[in-house]
């Protein structure tokens, strides 16, 4: 208390001027002329859309990447003062003057500059010397691929940020304990290794191997502390708790709070509003929200719904069907019933409309009080305009001749009687009595007579069906299947009894509403399934390479030409610093086994420390390469070079440690006579 | 000891040393720690002395095998007609007996076996296999059922002393003998005319000799050691000379390999000449000897096969010249390339094939509506194109006209023989490549337009401007866009037939896609001459077997909508396999494991990372256990390891593949879980009754829980037995049946 006013008060500041200088040269190099070029460049064209979603709250999907990387390069829209408008069309195309250019690179740029103090810090903190340490930050400095990914509206610098923020920290934590276990500053470095790994990861996907990097460094050095019998056992069970709370459980997390800070930007309905589930877009404002807003949520014998089809590919449609019959021969021959066709149309319709009936009563409307269907029941489905009635029998359908033909069944006295009995089977219910519930039940209609199962088969019919999906009755099913799974969309009570009332009849009942029902977490499991398997088409292009081009840069990529001055922006590599930074991976590859097998014969060339630092660093760095550059090899996407820069990054580190290593103990006589 | 912190791989790099003392331990106290509980258990016919057991060891093994021969030998001859992938295999085999040349995915080992059985069962490969559920009639099918059958019931015994090595106990060998002859799973898969029972006997062939060599290992260089691995190496060899995914086996035996060097090159006692000899003996033995049977493999495959038969397509026009009666075989062709020749186009990507045009048009909304342009793997009519002048439509076959040959760098039209349109192309985009040009038929009796025009250019030009048949790589150049005549490989949809898509690339990026070669050539005003040139080496072909091979693996990939099984299914016994029969009248058989077998290997794999996970982390606190506790530790952690990560070296990979996946992946896997079952319980057991050893009944724990294991497993397969042996009658799901108890899961459709 008051020990203030007895002793002066002191600030020891201890400043390293290289770090100082180290971050001032990235600063210089990654910001100057930061706005030119004021035109979209490259991949900008990509992001840049994303960022406008964002700026006007409107929902999308991407499957490149978690949000994570996109709300960042949002950050500086916003910072900016970014309103979103602007066509994000084509490469070249001159910014209008409400983009902020300027704000919306400045982060990626940051996210570069700070690489080069920290390439630093990790080789000071893996105990190289000073002059190894500002050579690390100098190589990152001046590779001018990374400068020209930093400079750009462009997520990969923000990776090898985090890549590199993850290694550090957990470099920073691992010294610190040997010290001081469970000070702040080890469980500051602990925590920040988990939040960094998370950030990684939600930057994009390949960050999760820089994770599972560090978290195997972490497991081994671990396994070490349980073997330390000098430690207590809780002591023991401390330090994992720690490690485990830190590395695992945080950075989930963290991944769930992008999620939500995502879902919570975007909350407006949009283009790819369809991919998503009915329940999910009930979530969003305007689009299914509104039509759906106060509907009823029970389905009752009399009412009129649409069908969705839950799997959706390859195009999301609705149960449909429509005057036109079914051709009586088929191209090749084979015979139909001629029968009225029932689709599975992409698009809102009045077609789609189909009235749940009880097959005991004739009409079709919802009784006072209205007599819910329950999971089991038997029902037939009467399309709206046309009042025939869903129908399979067993005839081949058009295109999958596999399967059953679904009609809408027309009586032509062929001694062919109709087979239109239906039971629900609700997928995802609770117990056996469940009622079917608008948007929230997933059904399956199983065919009384034949036990198939009304299936979209997803080939699209000829023109006499107008090239709209076709729909089967799959009577060898196996197992659940999104494509034999529908939900009711859009779903009112019947009053009219007339045919020609029946349209537009619209009763609200009091109902809890079913939009806001949707949990977080079922919002973001659904939105992390969609984004890892939504399909982009693997296109070809023009600058795409494969992971050998990479080594041997053998690849390039225009990323920008002015049309009239022919100025250009190139990601091209420094061809010195990579066959350098490659040769120096293999030469630390070849003394390693050579030291490796040395020990394992007692022949000790490193003294123990030495050694420990030496297989560490390689950990760290050889590792980080490895894992950020293997995987490419298994992957079918289309890929480009910068693809491999947050390999790159960790494979410059590895440099300056062997060069040290080899003029440290190779090439000094004095060194090596002492051994 | 090094500092805690940053000696984790130090660490990570001392420990198996330790590890591997400790497992010589292990194998110097497991017999005896093995004697001393049987012998407590009274429930064996327990043995006194040495003198009764080797011959008890004998007789049980021999009531092992036994059981499992009766067991898969019971009903081999149900149903008398080809069931599920026989259609594949046995027909495979009767081009073996033909001996016509045929295209699969698999190496040839297998299906050579197959034929050879039929072979000497008098099977004369007359029996067509045409589709599931065609009868045998008179064809002899049970010599290849029961070559099948014989090398699946060896997998029993095989497992039986495996185990038995592993853990030196009987109990845990005869849990896991029991648990694989009462899985219905493995008896359905051994029964019929299959590549798995093949591929399984193989793989545990494998497992066997390797552990047998590893018990030999303080006896190095002596007669056992040396037998046991080279057989290790004999069949890695037929394992990968099955099916490729008997690679998984070579893995598992490479990293014991690699443990073993790394354990002897630290023993310090051993010189640098005696490690060498250890390392020599395991490359000869694993590597040199493995190639050279592999390879021999391939060697029958080629000299077998040596008529035209329904692969040839899939080959480069060198490889069909081989096959007598393949239209290349001695040819004698016109050697040059003239205005007027009829030809084929081949791809020079392996298995691509020729383009192909029919009368079929691109549906609509596909780029223009013209005739299709594909590749097609068959010979076929429409594979036919006639070289023409761009600038005339005179038939240059005409015999008053002089002969004029084509030259590198004509510009020329190719007509397509059955349809007379021309070879097209223009700014439309291809049907699945989006970025390149389409590709379609034009022109009515070959009248067009200028987009028909293509410049022809041999690739590597040497000397002279001819164009060679079979010889010259040719490229063929849009003239209007600049495009370049490729395949993509990709397969079109339906409307295309399945055929490959055929793009004009505008990337001049020069890869294997857009170059061709001319592989018929018919034109009666030139001299016909023998080209015996096209002899390639055997290097050669087995190079081209394997590409053709994996790229028709890759090829294997699922379609949109179909129901496929995916590896997460496999370990809880998620969905079956019909072999045969689908309705209520038909003759059933279902694969599908075992579920009380299977879910007891899943249970056990979860209890054994457990437990296993409690001895690391005790053995690596330091922790010191009684001797008995000890011993049983080590077959935990190391038999018990190996067995795990057998399972996991056959299971996981399967994540990682992106062809089409069926259940019966997941066997040679299942057969590592049971094994790992057997020796899990075993060790549990005896631990508990260790624990339990003051009490009075203790030394029943052990026998009373490996008996009521083995009876609640053969009650199972009594349950189960009518999927394997097959069933008639209602299905499952109809509550008469017989089988509707036993529905556990709704996913099961039998």
Same mark, same amino acid.
């Given at each position: 208390?008051?020990?203030?006013?007895?002793?002066?008060?002191?600030?020891?500041?201890?400043?390293? %001027?290289? @770090?100082?200088?180290?971050?001032?040269?990235?600063?210089?190099?990654?910001?100057?002329?930061?706005?030119?070029?004021?035109?979209?460049?490259?991949?900008?064209?990509?992001?840049?859309?994303?960022?406008?979603?964002?700026m006007k709250r409107i929902f999308f999907l991407d499957g490149s990447g978690p949000p994570f990387g996109h709300m960042l390069l949002a950050l500086g829209g916003y910072l900016g003062g970014f309103d979103g408008n602007f066509l994000w069309n084509r490469i070249g195309a001159e910014y209008s003057t409400n983009v902020p250019v300027w704000s919306l690179r400045l982060l990626p740029a940051l996210a570069g500059a700070l690489s080069v103090p920290m390439a630093y810090q990790i080789m000071w903190e893996l105990g190289f010397s000073h002059c190894a340490a500002v050579g690390a930050a100098l190589l990152i400095l001046i590779e001018n691929s990374l400068i020209t990914q930093s400079r750009l509206m462009l997520l990969e610098s923000v990776l090898i940020f985090f890549n590199l923020l993850a290694v550090l920290s957990y470099l920073k934590f691992s010294n610190s304990q040997k010290h001081r276990p469970f000070s702040p500053s080890w469980w500051f470095w602990l925590m920040l290794t988990g939040v960094a790994c998370s950030c990684a990861v939600g930057t994009k996907y390949v960050g999760v191997f820089t994770y599972l990097l560090v978290l195997g460094v972490a497991a081994a050095h671990a396994w070490h502390l349980i073997g330390d019998q000098t430690l207590s056992n809780v002591h023991v069970l401390c330090h994992l708790l720690a490690r485990a709370v830190a590395l695992l459980v945080i950075p989930v997390l963290v991944y769930l709070l992008f999620f939500y800070v995502h879902l919570l930007l975007l909350c407006r309905s949009g283009p790819h509003d369809q991919i998503m589930s009915s329940a999910f877009q009930a979530s969003l404002e305007g689009g299914l929200a509104r039509i759906t807003q106060g509907q009823p949520l029970e389905v009752a014998y009399g009412s009129q719904v649409t069908l969705k089809n839950v799997f959706g590919q390859p195009v999301p449609c609705w149960l449909h069907s429509h005057q036109s019959t079914y051709p009586m021969i088929y191209e090749n021959g084979r015979g139909s019933s001629h029968q009225q066709q029932v689709t599975c149309y992409p698009f809102k319709d009045v077609n789609n409309w189909w009235i749940?009936?009880?097959?005991?009563?004739?009409?079709?409307?919802?009784?006072?009080?209205?007599?819910?269907?329950?999971?089991?029941?038997?029902?037939?489905?009467?399309?709206?305009?046309?009042?025939?009635?869903?129908?399979?029998?067993?005839?081949?359908?058009?295109?999958?001749?596999?399967?059953?033909?679904?009609?809408?069944?027309?009586?032509?006295? @062929?001694?062919?009687?109709?087979?239109?009995l239906w039971r629900l089977d609700i997928v995802n219910r609770e117990s056996d009595t469940d009622v079917w519930k608008t948007i929230l039940s997933e059904v399956r209609f199983v065919h009384v007579n034949t036990s198939a199962i009304l299936k979209l088969s997803g080939a699209p019919l000829p023109d006499w069906g107008f090239r709209q999906l076709e729909v089967v009755g799959e009577k060898l099913s196996r197992g659940y299947h999104g494509s034999t799974v529908w939900n009711v969309e859009e779903h009112r009570y019947g009053r009219s009894q007339e045919q020609k009332e029946r349209e537009l009849e619209l009763r609200s009942p009091a109902q809890m509403d079913a939009s806001r029902n949707l949990s977080f977490m079922a919002r973001f499991s659904e939105l992390q399934w969609r984004m890892l398997t939504v399909r982009s088409d693997d296109s070809e292009h023009k600058y795409s390479s494969t992971p050998l081009d990479w080594v041997t840069l053998d690849t390039s990529i225009a990323y920008w030409l002015h049309p009239r001055t022919s100025a250009q922006i190139h990601l091209l590599g420094n061809i010195v610093i990579w066959a350098s930074a490659s040769?120096?991976?293999? @030469?630390?590859?070849?003394?390693?086994?050579?030291?490796?097998?040395?020990?394992?014969?007692? @022949?000790?060339?490193?003294?123990?420390?030495?050694?420990?630092?030496?297989?560490?660093?390689?950990? %760290?760095?050889?590792?980080?390469?490895?894992?950020?550059?293997?995987?490419?090899?298994?992957?079918?996407?289309?890929?480009?070079?910068?693809?491999?820069?947050?390999?790159?990054?960790?494979?410059?580190?590895?440099?300056?440690?062997?060069?040290?290593?080899?003029?440290?103990?190779?090439?000094?006589?004095?060194?090596?006579?002492?051994? | 000891m090094p500092p805690a912190v940053g000696g984790g791989l130090a660490g990570s790099e001392l420990r198996p040393r330790r590890g591997r003392c400790g497992s010589q331990a292990a194998r110097a106290v497991g017999p005896d720690v093995a004697t001393e509980a049987t012998a407590r258990s009274p429930k064996r016919p327990a043995p006194s002395s040495r003198r009764f057991e080797a011959p008890g060891r004998w007789a049980l093994l021999a009531l092992v095998t036994l059981m499992s021969f009766a067991t898969r030998f019971h009903r081999l001859d149900q149903p008398p007609h080809i069931c599920w992938d026989e259609t594949h295999f046995g027909k495979m085999g009767s081009y073996y007996i033909n001996r016509t040349f045929f295209f699969d995915v698999h190496p040839p080992l297998g299906k050579m076996l197959i034929g050879l059985a039929g072979y000497l069962s008098g099977y004369d490969g007359t029996f067509l296999f045409q589709k599931p559920g065609d009868k045998y009639e008179h064809h002899s099918y049970l010599g290849m059922r029961g070559f099948c059958a014989f090398l699946g019931a060896l997998l029993i015994p095989f497992a039986y002393l495996t185990v038995l090595e592993l853990s030196q106990s009987l109990p845990a060998a005869l849990l896991t003998a029991a648990l694989l002859t009462f899985d219905t799973g493995c008896l359905t898969l051994s029964q019929y005319i299959l590549l798995d029972p093949i591929l399984m006997f193989f793989i545990m062939a494998a497992m066997l000799s390797m552990?047998?060599?590893?018990?030999?290992?303080?006896?190095?260089?002596?007669?056992?050691?040396?037998?046991?691995?080279?057989?290790?190496?004999?069949?890695?060899a037929g394992a990968l000379g099955v099916k490729f995914v008997g690679l998984f086996i070579i893995l598992q035996?490479?990293?014991?390999?690699?443990?073993?060097?790394?354990?002897?090159?630290?023993?310090?006692?051993?010189?640098?000449?005696?490690?060498?000899?250890?390392?020599?003996?395991?490359?000869?033995?694993?590597?040199?000897?493995?190639?050279?049977?592999?390879?021999?493999?391939?060697?029958?495959?080629?000299?077998?096969?040596?008529?035209?038969?329904?692969?040839?397509?899939?080959?480069?026009?060198?490889?069909?010249?081989?096959? !007598?009666?393949?239209?290349?075989?001695?040819? !004698? #062709?016109?050697? *040059?390339?003239?205005?007027? !020749?009829?030809?084929?186009?081949?791809?020079?990507?392996?298995?691509?094939g020729y383009l192909h045009s029919h009368g079929h048009l691109y549906p609509e909304g596909i780029g223009a509506r013209q005739q299709q342009v594909t590749t097609y793997l068959h010979k076929d009519y429409n594979n036919l194109w006639i070289i023409k002048k761009h600038n005339t439509n005179s038939d240059p076959l005409d015999p008053s006209l002089p002969v004029e040959f084509v030259r590198h760098?004509?510009?020329?039209?190719?007509?397509?023989? &059955?349809?007379?349109?021309?070879?097209?192309? *223009?700014?439309?985009?291809?049907?699945?490549?989006?970025?390149?040009?389409?590709?379609?038929?034009?022109?009515?009796?070959?009248?067009?337009?200028?987009?028909?025009?293509?410049?022809?250019?041999?690739?590597?030009?040497?000397?002279?401007?001819?164009?060679?048949?079979?010889?010259?790589? #040719?490229?063929?150049?849009?003239?209007?866009?600049?495009?370049?005549?490729?395949?993509?490989?990709?397969?079109?949809?339906?409307?295309?037939? &399945?055929?490959?898509?055929?793009?004009?690339?505008?990337?001049?990026?020069?890869?294997?896609?857009?170059?061709?070669?001319?592989?018929? *050539?018919?034109?009666?005003?030139?001299?016909?001459?023998?080209?015996?040139? +096209? *002899?390639?080496?055997?290097?050669?072909?087995?190079?081209?077997?394997?590409?053709? $091979?994996?790229?028709?693996?890759?090829?294997?990939?699922?379609?949109d909508n179909e129901f496929t099984s995916k590896p997460w299914h496999w370990p809880i016994n998620y969905q079956g396999l019909r072999f045969s029969g689908i309705n209520d009248t038909d003759f059933r058989v279902y694969l599908l494991g075992n579920p009380v077998v299977w879910w007891l290997n899943l249970l056990s794999i979860a209890l054994y990372l457990l437990s296993g996970s409690i001895?690391?982390?005790?053995?690596?606190?330091?922790?010191?256990?009684?001797? &008995?506790?000890?011993?049983?530790?080590?077959?935990?952690?190391?038999?018990?390891?190996?067995?795990l990560l057998g399972w996991m070296?056959?299971?996981?990979?399967?994540?990682? $593949?992106?062809?089409?996946?069926?259940?019966?992946?997941?066997?040679?896997?299942?057969?590592?879980?049971?094994?790992?079952?057997?020796?899990?319980?075993?060790?549990?057991?005896?631990?508990?009754?260790?624990?339990?050893?003051?009490?009075?009944?203790?030394?029943?724990?052990?026998? +009373?829980?490996?008996?009521?294991?083995?009876?609640?497993?053969?009650?199972?397969?009594?349950?189960?037995?009518?999927?394997?042996?097959?069933?008639?009658?209602?299905?499952?799901?109809?509550?008469?049946?017989?089988?509707?108890? +036993?529905?556990?899961?709704?996913?099961?459709?039998?």
């Amino acid at each position: 208390m008051l020990g203030f006013l007895q002793r002066p008060v002191v600030v020891t500041a201890d400043i390293n %001027l290289n @770090v100082v200088a180290l971050t001032a040269v990235g600063l210089l190099s990654r910001l100057w002329q930061l706005s030119y070029p004021r035109a979209v460049v490259f991949d900008e064209v990509y992001y840049g859309q994303y960022i406008s979603f964002y700026m006007k709250r409107i929902f999308f999907l991407d499957g490149s990447g978690p949000p994570f990387g996109h709300m960042l390069l949002a950050l500086g829209g916003y910072l900016g003062g970014f309103d979103g408008n602007f066509l994000w069309n084509r490469i070249g195309a001159e910014y209008s003057t409400n983009v902020p250019v300027w704000s919306l690179r400045l982060l990626p740029a940051l996210a570069g500059a700070l690489s080069v103090p920290m390439a630093y810090q990790i080789m000071w903190e893996l105990g190289f010397s000073h002059c190894a340490a500002v050579g690390a930050a100098l190589l990152i400095l001046i590779e001018n691929s990374l400068i020209t990914q930093s400079r750009l509206m462009l997520l990969e610098s923000v990776l090898i940020f985090f890549n590199l923020l993850a290694v550090l920290s957990y470099l920073k934590f691992s010294n610190s304990q040997k010290h001081r276990p469970f000070s702040p500053s080890w469980w500051f470095w602990l925590m920040l290794t988990g939040v960094a790994c998370s950030c990684a990861v939600g930057t994009k996907y390949v960050g999760v191997f820089t994770y599972l990097l560090v978290l195997g460094v972490a497991a081994a050095h671990a396994w070490h502390l349980i073997g330390d019998q000098t430690l207590s056992n809780v002591h023991v069970l401390c330090h994992l708790l720690a490690r485990a709370v830190a590395l695992l459980v945080i950075p989930v997390l963290v991944y769930l709070l992008f999620f939500y800070v995502h879902l919570l930007l975007l909350c407006r309905s949009g283009p790819h509003d369809q991919i998503m589930s009915s329940a999910f877009q009930a979530s969003l404002e305007g689009g299914l929200a509104r039509i759906t807003q106060g509907q009823p949520l029970e389905v009752a014998y009399g009412s009129q719904v649409t069908l969705k089809n839950v799997f959706g590919q390859p195009v999301p449609c609705w149960l449909h069907s429509h005057q036109s019959t079914y051709p009586m021969i088929y191209e090749n021959g084979r015979g139909s019933s001629h029968q009225q066709q029932v689709t599975c149309y992409p698009f809102k319709d009045v077609n789609n409309w189909w009235i749940v009936k009880d097959p005991g009563r004739h009409q079709l409307v919802v009784n006072n009080p209205p007599r819910p269907v329950r999971h089991g029941d038997i029902v037939q489905l009467v399309h709206g305009m046309t009042t025939r009635l869903l129908n399979t029998h067993d005839v081949a359908a058009p295109l999958s001749p596999h399967s059953q033909e679904v009609s809408c069944y027309i009586d032509y006295n @062929v001694s062919m009687p109709a087979q239109n009995l239906w039971r629900l089977d609700i997928v995802n219910r609770e117990s056996d009595t469940d009622v079917w519930k608008t948007i929230l039940s997933e059904v399956r209609f199983v065919h009384v007579n034949t036990s198939a199962i009304l299936k979209l088969s997803g080939a699209p019919l000829p023109d006499w069906g107008f090239r709209q999906l076709e729909v089967v009755g799959e009577k060898l099913s196996r197992g659940y299947h999104g494509s034999t799974v529908w939900n009711v969309e859009e779903h009112r009570y019947g009053r009219s009894q007339e045919q020609k009332e029946r349209e537009l009849e619209l009763r609200s009942p009091a109902q809890m509403d079913a939009s806001r029902n949707l949990s977080f977490m079922a919002r973001f499991s659904e939105l992390q399934w969609r984004m890892l398997t939504v399909r982009s088409d693997d296109s070809e292009h023009k600058y795409s390479s494969t992971p050998l081009d990479w080594v041997t840069l053998d690849t390039s990529i225009a990323y920008w030409l002015h049309p009239r001055t022919s100025a250009q922006i190139h990601l091209l590599g420094n061809i010195v610093i990579w066959a350098s930074a490659s040769l120096a991976t293999l @030469v630390y590859a070849l003394l390693f086994v050579w030291y490796l097998l040395r020990r394992r014969r007692r @022949v000790c060339d490193l003294p123990e420390d030495c050694w420990l630092r030496w297989a560490l660093a390689g950990a %760290l760095c050889a590792g980080g390469w490895a894992v950020n550059y293997v995987p490419f090899f298994l992957m079918e996407k289309t890929l480009f070079l910068y693809h491999y820069l947050p390999a790159l990054a960790f494979q410059i580190l590895l440099l300056p440690v062997v060069l040290e290593h080899v003029s440290g103990r190779l090439c000094s006589p004095l060194m090596s006579t002492s051994f | 000891m090094p500092p805690a912190v940053g000696g984790g791989l130090a660490g990570s790099e001392l420990r198996p040393r330790r590890g591997r003392c400790g497992s010589q331990a292990a194998r110097a106290v497991g017999p005896d720690v093995a004697t001393e509980a049987t012998a407590r258990s009274p429930k064996r016919p327990a043995p006194s002395s040495r003198r009764f057991e080797a011959p008890g060891r004998w007789a049980l093994l021999a009531l092992v095998t036994l059981m499992s021969f009766a067991t898969r030998f019971h009903r081999l001859d149900q149903p008398p007609h080809i069931c599920w992938d026989e259609t594949h295999f046995g027909k495979m085999g009767s081009y073996y007996i033909n001996r016509t040349f045929f295209f699969d995915v698999h190496p040839p080992l297998g299906k050579m076996l197959i034929g050879l059985a039929g072979y000497l069962s008098g099977y004369d490969g007359t029996f067509l296999f045409q589709k599931p559920g065609d009868k045998y009639e008179h064809h002899s099918y049970l010599g290849m059922r029961g070559f099948c059958a014989f090398l699946g019931a060896l997998l029993i015994p095989f497992a039986y002393l495996t185990v038995l090595e592993l853990s030196q106990s009987l109990p845990a060998a005869l849990l896991t003998a029991a648990l694989l002859t009462f899985d219905t799973g493995c008896l359905t898969l051994s029964q019929y005319i299959l590549l798995d029972p093949i591929l399984m006997f193989f793989i545990m062939a494998a497992m066997l000799s390797m552990v047998k060599y590893n018990s030999c290992a303080n006896r190095p260089f002596s007669a056992p050691w040396w037998i046991w691995l080279s057989l290790t190496g004999v069949n890695l060899a037929g394992a990968l000379g099955v099916k490729f995914v008997g690679l998984f086996i070579i893995l598992q035996v490479g990293w014991n390999t690699l443990s073993d060097l790394w354990h002897l090159f630290g023993d310090l006692n051993l010189s640098m000449v005696t490690v060498g000899k250890h390392l020599t003996a395991r490359v000869l033995c694993l590597i040199v000897l493995p190639l050279a049977l592999y390879t021999a493999t391939y060697a029958v495959h080629f000299m077998v096969l040596n008529k035209s038969g329904p692969g040839d397509g899939f080959f480069s026009s060198a490889f069909q010249a081989r096959l !007598s009666g393949n239209n290349l075989h001695n040819a !004698s #062709i016109p050697e *040059h390339l003239a205005y007027g !020749s009829v030809i084929t186009v081949k791809s020079a990507r392996m298995a691509v094939g020729y383009l192909h045009s029919h009368g079929h048009l691109y549906p609509e909304g596909i780029g223009a509506r013209q005739q299709q342009v594909t590749t097609y793997l068959h010979k076929d009519y429409n594979n036919l194109w006639i070289i023409k002048k761009h600038n005339t439509n005179s038939d240059p076959l005409d015999p008053s006209l002089p002969v004029e040959f084509v030259r590198h760098g004509d510009i020329i039209r190719l007509e397509h023989k &059955e349809t007379s349109r021309n070879l097209h192309s *223009h700014y439309h985009e291809a049907p699945l490549t989006r970025k390149h040009y389409q590709v379609t038929g034009y022109g009515i009796n070959g009248t067009g337009d200028s987009n028909d025009f293509w410049r022809i250019e041999v690739v590597n030009r040497k000397f002279g401007n001819r164009i060679k048949v079979l010889r010259s790589r #040719i490229r063929l150049i849009h003239l209007v866009t600049g495009c370049v005549l490729g395949s993509s490989g990709k397969v079109l949809p339906k409307w295309g037939w &399945e055929q490959l898509e055929v793009t004009c690339t505008p990337y001049l990026k020069e890869t294997l896609n857009s170059i061709w070669n001319v592989e018929d *050539h018919i034109n009666p005003k030139l001299p016909n001459i023998s080209l015996d040139v +096209l *002899h390639p080496g055997f290097p050669e072909i087995m190079l081209e077997a394997h590409m053709v $091979m994996i790229r028709g693996n890759s090829g294997l990939k699922p379609k949109d909508n179909e129901f496929t099984s995916k590896p997460w299914h496999w370990p809880i016994n998620y969905q079956g396999l019909r072999f045969s029969g689908i309705n209520d009248t038909d003759f059933r058989v279902y694969l599908l494991g075992n579920p009380v077998v299977w879910w007891l290997n899943l249970l056990s794999i979860a209890l054994y990372l457990l437990s296993g996970s409690i001895f690391a982390v005790a053995v690596q606190r330091g922790a010191r256990l009684p001797a &008995e506790v000890e011993g049983l530790s080590q077959v935990l952690l190391q038999g018990g390891g190996q067995l795990l990560l057998g399972w996991m070296i056959h299971y996981f990979p399967f994540f990682l $593949m992106g062809r089409i996946l069926y259940f019966h992946h997941y066997f040679p896997a299942m057969l590592f879980s049971s094994m790992l079952t057997g020796l899990l319980w075993d060790t549990l057991l005896r631990l508990c009754a260790w624990s339990l050893a003051s009490f009075s009944l203790a030394g029943h724990v052990h026998a +009373l829980g490996i008996l009521s294991l083995l009876l609640g497993i053969a009650y199972s397969f009594y349950l189960f037995h009518p999927l394997a042996y097959g069933m008639v009658g209602p299905l499952a799901q109809d509550p008469r049946s017989p089988m509707a108890g +036993l529905r556990w899961l709704e996913s099961w459709d039998f």
